[in-house]
């Protein structure tokens, strides 16, 4: 295969990547006017937004082992059409209900391709330098997509209506499809791989009902025996979804694969990233629009230094990894994204550049870490098992984000309510204490003095909850780096007592 035909190949699967990745984050500029419009509460808002990572880190393990199965390439283009049909459903939603359903048949489409995205990598560049810069450039893509989400929604929303943030979707997906069945080349597959669809609804079931309970131990007014029984339920299904894949001959997941260290160490340092990327990014355009008072362009333009030095720092880090460890540049890359939001906070109420600094930081410790944890993935796992491996990852890339998003999210909303006090003086309804969306939204319906004094006690009640958040994913970033750094050095003693 020629070096253009190779590189070409990169540029169609990075374009499928781009839209799954902006499409987590994307929302997040969209969000305040899509709830106004549709009127949505504040459990559907964070059912729209995670009901499409939860669905696809649900159904990733057997679209892995289904493209192992029936050949990458057709897998990815089957996968193309669902998430272009998906877009112009959710486009021209009428109800929060809808968008919620066409959130997830995105999530079927970007489930099919995502983890055929990295497989044709791997069959495609079988020189080991050129596959880990072209490791580097899909993690660059990866993390710095998510970045450029609030800022495509954000342009997009100066001009049009919200549902222009799925339609965006439509011809780069039909040229990605037509470019990949041009050039990207026919995989068999492997025809005696079984697919394990019980085993994807266990896992599934598993995690839905874990993000529920908290998400439900979170919301005010929440019931305990709901949040309860959705965590018992989530806890069985993990349970029997790991028993079943203990006995399987051909497991969804090959549970194993976990006793490879750096396999490991890559799927903690993907989780933690995406954990804190979707988590920090969505509080932080929030705040930027409820509280700043930005516009959605302007929110995402504030927060162009996360994307921006993801995409630096993802292929310079491609092009180190051979020459240095790969653990201590997992370690490292989680402390470099800790130190960024150090800096944010110590620059929380003073001049801006000090704020991009601050998530500049942590866009180069995310970019980096992201393309360490795809180098460990895909380079220490054995090649038949590509599919397999890539779908690993990127459940740790959509388990981190619905799990950030949802924890930070509902975190954040109880911060929210517990700070959120009400003048004694104004007769509004208890939603006020929900969200900020909803104070804000009830805020205008009333007098000024009465708007200015609802919409100043709910700013400064988000900018509590919001300080409280920063510093614990902070914190939660350099305990993570330090747990990646103790079970690298591990590993290391074990190998040179073992030679």
Do not use: C
């Amino acid at each position: 295969m020629s070096t253009l035909k190779r590189w070409m190949i990169l540029a169609i699967v990075s374009s499928a990547l781009l839209l799954i990745v902006m499409d987590m984050t994307i929302l997040y500029t969209a969000l305040p006017s899509l709830t106004h419009d549709l009127g949505a509460s504040a459990s559907e808002k964070l059912w729209i937004l995670n009901g499409y990572s939860l669905v696809m880190a649900g159904l990733l393990p057997a679209m892995g082992t289904l493209g192992d199965r029936l050949g990458y390439k057709k897998i990815f283009t089957s996968g193309l059409l669902v998430f272009a049909a998906a877009s112009l459903t959710a486009a021209f939603s009428p109800v929060p209900v809808v968008l919620v359903m066409a959130r997830v048949l995105l999530a079927v489409g970007a489930s099919m391709m995502m983890p055929a995205t990295l497989s044709i990598i791997r069959v495609t560049f079988t020189n080991e330098r050129e596959r880990a810069l072209a490791i580097g450039i899909w993690g660059a893509v990866s993390s710095g997509g998510a970045g450029l989400g609030p800022i495509v929604g954000g342009l997009l929303l100066e001009h049009f209506w919200w549902g222009s943030v799925f339609l965006i979707n439509l011809p780069i997906a039909m040229l990605a499809l037509v470019l990949t069945l041009i050039y990207v080349p026919q995989h068999a597959g492997n025809k005696e791989k079984k697919w394990d669809l019980i085993g994807s609804i266990q896992i599934m079931v598993a995690m839905v009902g874990l993000i529920y309970s908290i998400k439900e131990f979170a919301r005010r007014g929440g019931s305990p025996t709901f949040a309860v029984i959705g965590a018992v339920i989530g806890v069985v299904a993990l349970i029997i979804f790991i028993r079943r894949q203990n006995k399987s001959a051909s497991p969804l997941i090959d549970l194993s694969l976990f006793r490879i260290t750096r396999f490991s160490s890559g799927f903690i340092t993907a989780l933690v990233g995406a954990f804190a990327q979707m988590g920090i990014q969505y509080i932080v355009t929030q705040r930027l629009q409820l509280v700043e008072g930005l516009t959605p362009l302007q929110a995402g333009l504030y927060t162009i230094s996360i994307p921006a030095a993801s995409l630096i720092a993802g292929p310079l880090t491609g092009s180190l990894l051979h020459r240095m460890d790969v653990i201590r540049i997992q370690s490292f890359s989680l402390l470099l994204a800790a130190l960024g939001m150090g800096v944010y906070l110590t620059q929380f109420n003073a001049g801006v550049a000090g704020q991009i600094l601050g998530l500049g930081l942590l866009g180069a410790g995310l970019g980096a870490g992201m393309t360490a944890a795809s180098h460990s993935i895909m380079n220490y796992a054995p090649a038949d098992k590509a599919g397999m491996a890539a779908s690993i990852e990127e459940v740790a890339y959509e388990l981190g984000g619905a799990s950030g998003i949802a924890i930070i999210g509902s975190m954040s909303a109880l911060g929210y309510s517990l700070a959120m006090k009400v003048p004694s003086d104004l007769q509004v309804p208890a939603m006020v204490k929900d969200s900020l969306d909803e104070a804000l939204l009830v805020a205008e319906s009333l007098p000024s003095q009465a708007a200015a004094a609802l919409q100043a006690a709910g700013q400064f009640a988000f900018d509590h909850s919001f300080f409280m958040i920063i510093t614990g994913v902070a914190v939660f970033l350099a305990a993570a780096s330090l747990i990646v750094r103790l079970t690298g050095d591990r590993s290391q003693k074990r190998e040179a007592a073992e030679s």
